[in-house]
């Protein structure tokens, strides 16, 4: 399952991250000079937004993969970078006013370590925030919807935080208080079908996976499907992420 490819990532993913982001930090609005932390960054979405808002230089951006994180450098190159996993953070104790991780839990090694982690580095009354796509109102549904992999799709499901309240309670049991637990809704504009159907032949992530195992044959029928569900170009389509932001008990 690839997720390090940073050019493909961000024609398969980053043209739906990239407003979540802007929502995401438009709801935190961290002043400037916040201490930032932002978890499996990937190629820099999330991180690039809250640069604008706090600065670079209060910015410190982590992911497992070597490649995500080599990209993120040399887009941001005041940011502090680190090849790191959530599950286990090089950081002291209460390091950060903020910590983030956006579209990461679902796919943690073991999410409650990792939350646990970003607990840990945030200080006593400072905010983590995590989002996660809405299983049944993702970016890519309408795919799922058309390749019908049955085991797929329950594995899809049984990813924690996809299902209401769900990512709440991971939240809560890493030790931390759920201040909001809400929904983001973002929204993208395609120009032709085309444009939405290449990024999925890339082999990105489980959808790329699928693409890839198919035959010619069963890759043009998949396409058709996916066609014959979506409006005519163009069109726009919609997808929700769950939102939780937590306070780590102890100020004052």
């Given at each position: 399952?690839?997720?390090?490819?940073?050019?493909?990532?961000?024609?398969?993913?980053?043209?739906?991250?990239?407003?979540l982001a802007d929502a995401?930090?438009?709801?935190?609005?961290?002043?400037?000079?916040?201490?930032?932390?932002?978890?499996?960054?990937?190629?820099?979405?999330?991180?690039?937004?809250?640069?604008?808002?706090?600065?670079?230089?209060?910015?410190?951006?982590?992911?497992?993969?070597p490649r995500f994180v080599a990209a993120l450098a040399e887009r941001l190159p005041g940011v502090a970078t680190a090849t790191a996993a959530a599950e286990s953070l090089p950081f002291a104790d209460a390091?950060?006013?903020?910590?983030?991780?956006?579209?990461?839990?679902h796919?943690?090694?073991d999410p409650l370590a990792g939350l646990r982690e970003m607990a840990r580095v945030v200080r006593p009354g400072g905010r983590v925030a995590v989002s996660v796509w809405d299983h049944l109102r993702s970016p890519i549904d309408p795919f799922w919807t058309a390749a019908q992999?049955?085991?797929?799709?329950?594995?899809?499901?049984?990813?924690?935080?996809?299902?209401?309240?769900?990512?709440?309670?991971?939240v809560r049991a890493a030790g931390l208080e759920p201040q909001v637990d809400a929904d983001l809704v973002v929204?993208?504009?395609?120009?032709?079908?085309?444009?939405?159907?290449?990024?999925?032949?890339?082999?990105?992530?489980?959808?790329?996976?699928h693409v890839?195992?198919?035959?010619?044959?069963?890759?043009?029928?998949?396409?058709?499907?996916?066609?014959?569900l979506l409006p005519p170009a163009p069109f726009t389509l919609q997808a929700a992420a769950w939102w939780v932001v937590a306070e780590r008990p102890g100020a004052g």
């Open positions: 399952m690839a997720f390090d490819s940073p050019d493909a990532y961000d024609r398969f993913m980053g043209r739906w991250s990239s407003p995401a930090v438009a709801a935190l609005d961290p002043s400037p000079g916040t201490r930032v932390l932002d978890v499996g960054c990937g190629p820099g979405a999330l991180t690039t937004r809250l640069v604008a808002r706090v600065g670079a230089a209060a910015v410190t951006a982590v992911d497992p993969s390091s950060y006013d903020l910590v983030v991780a956006q579209l990461v839990v796919f943690m090694a992999p049955s085991d797929l799709a329950d594995v899809d499901l049984a990813r924690p935080g996809v299902r209401a309240g769900s990512l709440a309670e991971l929204e993208c504009r395609f120009a032709t079908f085309e444009e939405w159907w290449e990024p999925f032949t890339m082999g990105v992530g489980p959808a790329g996976d890839t195992a198919l035959s010619p044959q069963e890759r043009d029928a998949l396409r058709d499907a996916c066609e014959s």
